[in-house]
Every structure is written in structure tokens, then in C-alpha cells.
Antibody, heavy 118, light 111 residues
Framework: EVQLVESGGGFIQPGGSLRLSCEVF????????MNWVRQAPGKGLEWISY????????YYADSVKGRFTTSRDNAKNSLYLQMYNLRAEDTAVYYC???????????WGQGTLVTVSS | QSALTQPASVSGSPGQSITISCTGT?????????VSWYQHHPGNAPKLMIY???NRPSGVSNRFSGSKSANTASLTISGLQAEDEADYYC???????????FGGGTKLTVL
């Protein structure tokens, strides 16, 4: 069974930094591209980042470009999201998820909550 | 890129069929057959229901089907069941640096 486990969420003040982690079990991590998707309270899903299987290509939504960095360590079956200069509007549940093929996203982790507030 | 457009809510009675639309542009839905649909019960992880416009992942009920015409994709759920009540999101590959765009989500209520 494939399992994705996010960690690192929490409460942070505006302007602060936070690093999310996602450990993946049950699949050949190094062969899979990965995504980060978030959901703000009461809002819909928002794709925010993609990283290729080897980590050489990354893409970001305009809302986080220049502030967030996605990376991976294939030796540790882990995906990371480094977030800088956090804003109140970054408050959301952050999901890591595997590329399911045909630009779908599947499966997903359970998510980790990031709250940005003073 | 703007989000894809979905109705905010739809409803139906058990046993009925409903369709949720997802309208994009020629930069996404209209050009690429990379439309996906997700079921999301709040508090749980989203679940992929349809990928590549019409394909069902293993284990997804054949009551769920997808289609596309021009810039609009659709998800049809037949034989509605109580457990289908959830939020549904479409997504599409899109041109430009933003690879994937989601719809705003549709809340399905089973009456």
C-alpha cells in the first residue's frame, strides 16, 4: 500500500519560514514525479509545485514562485517544501501527492496544516 | 492562469444521475486530454476518480464517467449513493509555467 506522510506544519508568524517534509512508502519514489497541493480554509484545491523524478525540473504556481522551493532526496524517499516570507494567505492544509500519470495527481497524503498569523 | 470554472453545488436523489461541468480555455481543457477529477471528503485525502478525461483508476466504480467537448469537461455520476456526497474538483494540464490548474470545486449533495 502506498502511503505519503507529511510533517512540519504548524503556527508561524508572517514573514517567517517553514519546511514541510513528505516521506513516501510503498512505491519506487525515485521513479515518480511529485506535487504539492494546498487547500486554504473554506477554499478549493490549489496546485503549487511539481518536481520531476530526478529533481532536475521544478515548476511553481505564480502565487508561491520566488518564495517556495521544492526539493527531494531519493535516497530517503522524501519530498520537501521550503517556504519563505510566509503570508496570511499561505494558511492552508498542504498535501504532497504523486504524479498519477496523464498529469493527474494520485495518491495523496493526509496533509499538514500551516497557519500563518501574528 | 485562472482556475477552471465549476458550479458551486449540485444535488440529486439516490439512484439519479448528475453531471458536473468544468470549463476551461484553449490553454488547458480545450487543447489537452489531461483532465482529471477528484473526490474529496473534508478531512480526508482527495481521491482520483477520473484521469485523461475518460479513464477510471482501478477500484473506482463504473458509476463515475468523464467526457469532454471543446473547452468543457464533465463528470457524470450515475446511480447516486449517499457516500457520493463530497466535494468534486477537476484539474487540467495547462500551458505556461503553471503546469496544473484546478477548478473551484463542486459540492455534491445527495438528497
Amino acid at each position: 500500500e502506498v502511503q505519503l506522510v507529511e510533517s512540519g506544519g504548524g503556527f508561524i508568524q508572517p514573514g517567517g519560514s517553514l519546511r514541510l517534509s513528505c516521506e513516501v512508502f510503498g512505491l519506487t519514489f525515485r521513479s515518480n514525479s511529485m506535487n504539492w497541493v494546498r487547500q486554504a480554509p473554506g477554499k478549493g484545491l490549489e496546485w503549487i509545485s511539481y518536481i520531476s523524478s530526478g529533481g532536475t525540473s521544478t515548476y511553481y504556481a505564480d502565487s508561491v514562485k520566488g518564495r517556495f522551493t521544492t526539493s527531494r532526496d531519493n535516497a530517503k524517499n522524501s519530498l520537501y517544501l521550503q517556504m519563505y516570507n510566509l503570508r496570511a494567505e499561505d494558511t492552508a492544509v498542504y498535501y504532497c501527492a504523486t504524479d498519477g500519470g496523464s498529469w493527474s495527481i494520485d495518491p495523496w497524503g493526509q496533509g499538514t496544516l500551516v497557519t500563518v498569523s501574528s | 492562469q485562472s482556475a477552471l470554472t465549476q458550479p458551486a453545488s449540485v444535488s440529486g436523489s439516490p439512484g439519479q444521475s448528475i453531471t458536473i461541468s468544468c470549463t476551461g480555455t484553449s490553454s488547458d481543457v480545450g487543447t489537452y486530454n489531461y483532465v482529471s477529477w477528484y473526490q474529496h471528503h473534508p478531512g480526508n485525502a482527495p481521491k482520483l476518480m477520473i484521469y485523461g478525461v475518460i479513464n477510471r483508476p482501478s477500484g473506482v466504480s463504473n458509476r463515475f464517467s468523464g467526457s469532454k467537448s471543446a473547452n468543457t469537461a464533465s463528470l457524470t455520476i450515475s446511480g447516486l449513493q449517499a457516500e457520493d456526497e463530497a466535494d468534486y474538483y477537476c484539474s487540467s494540464y495547462t500551458t505556461g509555467s503553471t503546469l496544473i490548474v484546478f477548478g473551484g470545486g463542486t459540492k455534491l449533495t445527495v438528497l
